[in-house]
T-cell receptor
Framework: EDQVTQSPEALRLQEGESSSLNCSYT??????LFWYRQDPGKGPEFLFT???AGEEKEKERLKATLTKKESFLHITAPKPEDSATYLCAVQARGGSQGNLIFGKGTKLSVKP | GAVVSQHPSWVICKSGTSVKIECRSL??????MFWYRQFPKQSLMLMATSNEGSKATYEQGVEKDKFLINHASLTLSTLTVTSAHPEDSSFYICSAAAGQSVNQPQHFGDGTRLSIL
């Protein structure tokens, strides 16, 4: 069964304290892995798509990496405005086209 | 770019009422729209996929007669929760994509919080 597990469930950082969020996945065949940011009461906001192991993408203080079993979202020198829930999702080759399998998310809090 | 608008953002209604939720892609043509449901502290769960002009494809366990989906144009899809009951209370989120390719990421609306009394 295709599955996505994110850890930790919650993460508290001080402003400027870099860290990483983990997304482990089990999928029959990976079409793509997606990272989204979700603010309270809002829909997810697209951040990155990663397609193959070894790929990396960056956006401001965020950098996403991908291996055959997991993805990391590295946050460098975070600011309070980076506080949100970060969602990881995979699109599997065997599933319905477009079907994203989401993890439960990591809730990030950055204190000034 | 890639803005998806969902309306209403919040609905409270009595048991037995039918509720319609609209999802619009504002600045792109969405050949495919998706409807998700999210319970507190749980993952987003796909309910159905709709392609413009054709019948929606429902995920296993989702009642198609309960959750009516219409995708009449390339910018509008609607979800109607028929005869809603308290167990239907949840956060419903739509997403839209310009295609089903992995190169076309889904862009999400801000969701509708549905509370059935």
């Amino acid at each position: 069964e295709d599955q996505v597990t994110q850890s930790p469930e919650a993460l508290r950082l001080q402003e400027g304290e870099s860290s990483s969020l983990n997304c482990s996945y089990t999928v029959s065949g990976l079409r793509g892995l997606f990272w989204y940011r979700q603010d309270p009461g809002k829909g997810p906001e697209f951040l990155f798509t990663l397609y193959s192991a070894g790929e990396e993408k960056e956006k401001e203080r965020l950098k996403a990496t991908l291996t055959k079993k997991e993805s990391f979202l590295h946050i460098t020198a975070p600011k309070p405005e980076d506080s949100a829930t970060y969602l990881c999702a995979v699109q599997a080759r065997g599933g319905s086209q477009g079907n994203l399998i989401f993890g439960k998310g990591t809730k990030l809090s950055v204190k000034p | 770019g890639a803005v998806v608008s969902q309306h209403p953002s919040w609905v409270i209604c009595k048991s037995g009422t039918s509720v319609k939720i609209e999802c619009r892609s504002l600045d792109f043509q969405a050949t495919t729209m998706f409807w998700y449901r999210q319970f507190p502290k749980q993952s987003l769960m796909l309910m159905a996929t709709s392609n413009e002009g054709s019948k929606a494809t429902y995920e296993q366990g989702v009642e198609k007669d309960k959750f009516l989906i219409n995708h009449a144009s390339l910018t509008l899809s609607t979800l109607t929760v028929t005869s809603a009951h308290p167990e239907d209370s949840s956060f419903y989120i739509c997403s839209a994509a310009a295609g089903q390719s992995v190169n076309q990421p889904q862009h999400f609306g801000d969701g509708t919080r549905l509370s059935i009394l």
